[in-house]
């Protein structure tokens, strides 16, 4: 978010889902936002509007009806680039992969969350993708990375795309696809 937020060619529309619709408290409506979320303005009218769509440990909690993950997928079909940044949510039945986005992910969660320390490695697909092939600190064909280690991979078998990235056992750790235009 701040590195996005810092470059001021980019128009970044963030939203932090605080409380899900399901916790009930005393705090009364008019007290809960400043402003009502435009959903159906962002995931219907204006979706193709945008270069990316990033979900960063989200899960479904009933807030996004399923009609704006369809319009997701379709935007991503059409040209549209998704992120999905992934936690332990991942693994659980609100996870995004059981949303109509899982035709677009290239991965699909395998229940396995792997809590040790670890170095992440670029691939050999990675050595030559343009998103891997120059990162700071990587590993190269003959040397370890240079980064700190990671502390928990959420377990995923990759279904299409590249591996580009992986953890303990070669498990995927950044898979990239193209799927449709996007």
């Given at each position: 978010?701040?590195?996005?937020?810092?470059?001021?060619?980019?128009?970044?529309?963030?939203?932090?889902?605080?409380?899900?619709?399901?916790?009930?408290?005393?705090?009364?409506?008019?007290?809960?936002?400043?402003?009502?979320?435009?959903?159906?303005?962002?995931?219907?009218?204006?979706?193709?509007?945008?270069d990316l769509v990033i979900f960063d440990r989200y899960s479904?909690?009933?807030?996004?009806?399923?009609?704006?993950?369809?319009?997701?997928?379709?935007?991503?079909?059409?040209?549209?680039?998704?992120?999905?940044?992934?936690?332990?949510?991942?693994?659980?039945?609100?996870?995004?992969?059981?949303?109509?986005?899982?035709?677009?992910?290239?991965?699909?969660?395998?229940?396995?969350?792997?809590?040790?320390?670890?170095?992440?490695?670029?691939?050999?697909?990675?050595?030559?993708?343009?998103?891997?092939?120059?990162?700071?600190?990587?590993?190269?064909?003959?040397?370890?990375?240079?980064?700190?280690?990671?502390?928990?991979?959420?377990?995923?078998?990759?279904?299409?795309?590249?591996?580009?990235?992986?953890?303990?056992?070669?498990?995927?750790?950044?898979?990239?696809?193209?799927?449709?235009?996007?």
């Open positions: 978010r701040n590195l996005l937020k810092g470059d001021p060619s980019v128009d970044l529309v963030h939203f932090t889902i605080l409380r899900p619709p399901s916790k009930q408290d005393d705090t009364p409506l008019k007290e809960l936002s400043l402003i009502v979320f435009p959903t159906q303005e962002l995931f219907s009218e204006k979706l193709d509007g945008f479904e909690q009933g807030i996004l009806p399923l009609a704006y993950f369809e319009n997701i997928a379709g935007y991503v079909y059409n040209g549209g680039a998704l992120l999905v940044s992934s936690g332990p949510e991942f693994t659980g039945p609100l996870g995004i992969y059981h949303t109509p986005l899982a035709s677009v992910l290239p991965a699909q969660p395998t229940g396995d969350i792997f809590a040790r320390g670890f170095k992440p490695m670029v691939t050999q697909a990675g050595f030559s993708h343009p998103v891997t092939r120059d990162l700071p600190g990587a590993n190269t064909q003959s040397a370890a990375p240079r980064w700190g280690r990671w502390f928990r991979l959420i377990g995923a078998q990759k279904i299409t795309g590249q591996t580009v990235m992986s953890g303990p056992g070669d498990k995927p750790l950044l898979v990239l696809d193209r799927i449709g235009n996007g």
